[in-house]
């Protein structure tokens, strides 16, 4: 069965704290409730000796009817008994209430801290490890943490309750009461014994629960493409592998928790029948008296359970331990993105410039290598190549998604490092090649970069696109529901609501993955004339996809394998017949307007003769 624990090793950000660590840290986290705490911890105190108070007073009523049997006494006993049991409820009712007010204020806090942390990783993080396992760290970890204070208020609870019945046995018979503390050390050293195996347990199911909900995630991201391939049945099939390793680890930890309990259960009955018997022999040579026999019957499940408690608390202990180390060592990974300064960036003009930058996503496999490149303010440039070439990463480098090894980035002159990188990013104007849309309507989607932007400003930015003419075709304009990932709008109308959300935020610097190749040619222009406004007087790294776009960029690069082997015009690159003419030829050629189908080539400058194989060419 060993495959099936397989994926349940630590992420590799995972840390292995100290359970003092630990405890000191997420006592940080009630500070602010300290003045809560102090108030439960009152209450617990309180209704701690009230529950101590009970068998003792009845105990006390059982001597008293043995020796007074008026109506009288016995009434004033039941009287007191009832009030004290009144009194525990309401107490006890008051410290859950104000108990679950400071759990839930440190677990809102946490989960914010958890929340914080996932924005504050850089992109190589999100490449590295699933969202759905994060996600998992951010909800149910942060919730499993609570259990950790829990467990803490009912352990002082429970040792305030054993001391108070301690003392009050031996104070009525010393024999009977080291006979029932005798258990005690029995109990404590089952229950450690537990300890190690309860927070190896407690991690694999953590992160057995992970995988799940990071297959969960991806299924539902990518439920087109399964369904477009007919999937169903293979991921249903994946699916049952992960719920199945999930259910036998959970099935562990379960057996782990649950085996506990009657162990120290049946150590708790082999004392209670130590006293039944010694305390009644006692009691029959009146010895004590049988009021006192019956506090010590009834007092040893009030010891004894308590007691199992408290011996049993580092072994629960461990679930919220182990939880709380899942979220903190997600709140403390080590961003890969550092920052050395952070330099106030109030305007760029838009100059970019590589000096000698050395990058690879993964060690051992180079992307840009010795890589320098100048790019003056207000320059578009298109960036062509294979697929691999490194075009997307200049984008994601200059965008700071992504730590470079060696080398510089400047944005005017300064270290892109130095600089404050949101101040910086408010610069950038980032448009992937699918455009990612928040559910809601287009106005909300649009005015996103800009939440202060007025209607008046969120119209005009969506009609300099196109001339608005494309909200004519949605349903209800700017407030047409996009449905989740903008699934309710086509490919094309996405990208209209991207450039006019880049419309509204009049970055500095664009960075743009241009794809107009699967939309109507209609849709194409009006992308075509809203990227002509936007790129208007702007620095801007362009992707290109398509000969209209790379026509109109004022510099064209060819990248190979993370090297510029040709940059100029379009007509100067055609002219030359290098690489670029190649690419013209067999990726190009047929978006051109003198492109005839069927004539295997465009004839692109006297004396180029285009390269008809293809071979190495997909941009």
Known sequence: MGFIMDGLDAESYDRNYQDSDLVRRILSYFRPQGHVMLLVSGMVLLSSLLDAALPILISHGIDVYASDRSLTSIAVIVTVVLLAGCLAWVFNFFRQAYTARAVGAVVLRLREDAFSATLARDMSFY??????????????????????????????????LVAIVAAALFYISVSLALIAVSIAPVCFIVALAFRRIARVTTQKARRALASVNALVQETMSGISVAKSFRQERAIYGEFTTVNQRSYVVNLRQGLTFTAIFPLLNTIAGLGTVMIVYFGGMQAANHSVSPGSWFLFVSAIELFTV?????????????QGLGSAERVFALVDATPRVQQTGDEAVSAVRGEITFERVNFAYTPNEP?????????????TVALVGHTGAGKSTLGKLVARFYEFQSGRILIDGR????????????????????PFL?????????????????????????????????????????????????RGLSLGQRQLVALSRLMLQRPAILILDEATASVDPLTEEQIQEGLDEALADRSALVIAHRLSTVKRADRILVLDHGRIVEEGTHDELLARGGRYAQL?????????????????????????????TGEGVTI
């Not at 490449?127 to 998992?136: I, L, M, Q, R, T």
């Not at 490092?417 to 104007?429: A, E, F, H, N, T």
């Open 415 to 434: 270290d892109i490092r130095s600089l404050d990188l949101i101040q910086y990013r408010r610069q950038l104007g980032v448009v992937p090649q699918l």
């Open 306 to 318: 308590p007691l199992t408690g408290i011996a049993s608390f580092w072994s629960q202990f461990q």
């Open 367 to 379: 992307v840009l290598t010795d890589f320098s490149l100048h790019i003056p303010a207000g320059q």
């Open 584 to 612: 013209y030829n067999t990726y190009f050629r047929h978006q051109s307007a003198d492109y005839v189908p069927g004539s295997g080539f465009v004839a692109v400058a006297e004396g180029v003769a285009p390269d008809l």
């Open 438 to 486: 928040f559910n809601g309507t287009v106005f909300d989607n649009i005015r996103y970069v800009r939440p202060d932007a007025t209607d008046a400003q969120v119209e005009e930015a969506a009609r300099r696109v196109g001339g608005g003419d494309w909200l004519e075709a949605l349903p209800d304009g700017l407030q047409t529901e996009v449905g989740e990932l903008g």
């Open 127 to 160: 490449d590295e490890y699933a969202s759905g396992k994060v996600v998992s760290r951010v909800t149910s970890d942060t919730e499993d943490f609570a259990t950790v204070v829990t467990l803490s208020l009912n352990l002082v609870s429970q040792i305030v």
